[in-house]
């Protein structure tokens, strides 16, 4: 019996994490609200989460799951709560409040969802999620071959690939339009890395876990998938988490926490670095040697008109770019084309949250989030696990530079479900023995 409610408890799962990544686009009106259905599985989810734990309370678990979400969605907590003094002092417009608010709410259902799975499944929610992700993506599969035919679709995916994203057909468009390369590829780099880390275990004897069970089979079925939106940005970041994690893995113990760290000081630093180059027109710069910035030039130079550089700027609160952009005041188009969003979480976030909400909002991110990882590295797991986390939040961050992945709910799910599940039945097991 308890197996077949651990079975059917997967199967309700599935069609809801399913159900979640197909309807991407689709919502429906809730007094006169649109609210897309993906939100509305989200909360199904943490809603079946909730109910299994007051059927069957696991408290250490839920600690272990509480403090993990805390860590994971403390920034985006303190967009709101500094958005709201913003918005109070310059009397914002309603429709900027309830954009702004929503983001933030779509961002922490991510993390929830993450950790409504990893209550429910431990370890085993990343496969189980992922398994869902593969399965939405097989019905577009199907369907874009059903409406193309095969030939067609094989077509533009070698093309896709061999060139290098340089040739996207319109059928490859719409599989990038959904952006499940950003999911697929953190769950690649995140079956790579538990398995570099498994062996490094195993090498240094450690007797303290079940050493872990890839499934490569799902690793290959999703490599196959990510191709089929293949993005350079993700790549970028993939690479950069990797090469992170190389790092710190290569470091002693108490170097590893004291590097990340450093890294995570220069990132704030980055991030800076390159609002300020917005600014000062370093897009501009790049185009006059030749580098072309796809537009940027042209659309940061118009956005200095609603933002200065210093520390006296307060910023506008959150939903003030998505709103202006929408309403065309923001920038005017280039060559005929209107950008449908920014295109760059930093200068988002600087006019947002001014100078100092954006320093606190990337400390939070990087710093405040990273460190906890670690455990107090009382354990060469609690080191891994450190490694681990910074490699997806820098990795994460990095998509911030050409992308608008702060808000996007899957991601942030993924991300953090990828975060929370290594070796998470150990910690449940040590939140217990603490106890």
């Known amino acids: ?36 259905y993906q939100y509305l599985f989200a909360i199904s989810i943490i809603l079946l989460a909730f109910t299994v734990f007051l059927v069957r309370p696991d408290t250490c678990r839920m600690a272990v799951t509480l403090r993990y979400s805390w860590r994971l969605g403390a920034h985006y907590l303190w967009i709101e709560l500094y958005s709201m003094l913003i918005w109070g002092l310059s009397l914002s417009q309603v429709n900027v409040i309830t954009r702004g608010s929503f983001a933030v709410v779509y ?25 869902a992700l593969l399965l939405a993506n097989g019905i577009y599969v199907a369907k874009a071959i059903f409406n193309n035919g095969a030939g067609a679709f094989f077509q533009e995916y070698i093309e896709l690939i061999i060139s290098f994203t340089a040739k996207t057909g ?67 970041a993939v690479a950069v988490g990797f090469l992170t994690a190389v790092l710190l893995l290569h470091l002693q113990a108490r170097e590893t926490r004291s590097v990340s760290r450093i890294l995570c000081t220069l990132l704030v630093l980055f991030g800076f670095s390159y609002v300020i180059g917005c600014y000062y027109g370093v897009m501009d710069w790049l185009e006059s040697i030749g580098i072309n910035t796809n537009t940027r ?96 939040i820098v990795a994460n961050y990095m998509t911030f530079l050409t992308e608008n992945t702060l808000y996007y709910c899957k991601l942030t799910m993924m991300m953090s479900l990828l975060v929370m599940a290594y070796r998470f039945e150990d910690y449940c097991v040590r939140e217990a023995g603490n106890g």
């Open 1 to 36: 019996m308890k197996n077949l409610k651990g079975f059917l408890l997967r199967v309700v799962y599935l069609m809801l994490a399913c159900a979640m990544f197909y309807f991407t686009n689709e919502g429906v009106i809730v007094g006169g609200i649109g609210v897309m």
């Open 107 to 131: 961002a922490l259902l991510g993390v929830l969802t993450a950790a409504a799975t990893v209550y429910l499944f431990g370890r085993e929610g990343v496969r189980l999620l992922v398994g």
């Open 170 to 236: 319109p059928i490859m468009k719409s599989f990038e339009s959904l952006n499940f390369a950003y999911m697929l590829g953190f769950f690649l780099l995140y079956q790579v890395l538990e398995e570099i880390f498994d062996r490094r275990l195993r090498k240094q004897g450690y007797a303290g876990a079940v050493m872990l069970r890839q499934e490569w089979w799902l690793f290959l079925l999703a490599g196959a998938c990510f191709l089929l939106g293949l993005k350079r940005s993700v790549l970028l």
């Open 297 to 392: 030039a042209h659309f940061f130079g118009q956005m200095r008109a609603y933002y200065e550089m210093g520390i006296g700027y307060l910023g506008k609160g959150a939903g003030y770019v998505s709103r202006m952009m929408q309403e065309g005041t923001f920038v005017q188009a280039s060559n005929g084309y209107m950008p449908g969003d920014i295109h760059n979480d930093y200068l988002r976030q600087y006019i947002e949250l001014g100078f100092w909400g954006f320093l606190i909002w990337m400390v939070l991110y990087l710093n405040y989030k990273a460190e906890y990882f670690f455990h107090g590295l009382k354990t060469e797991v609690d080191r891994l696990h450190g490694a681990l986390a910074v490699s997806f």
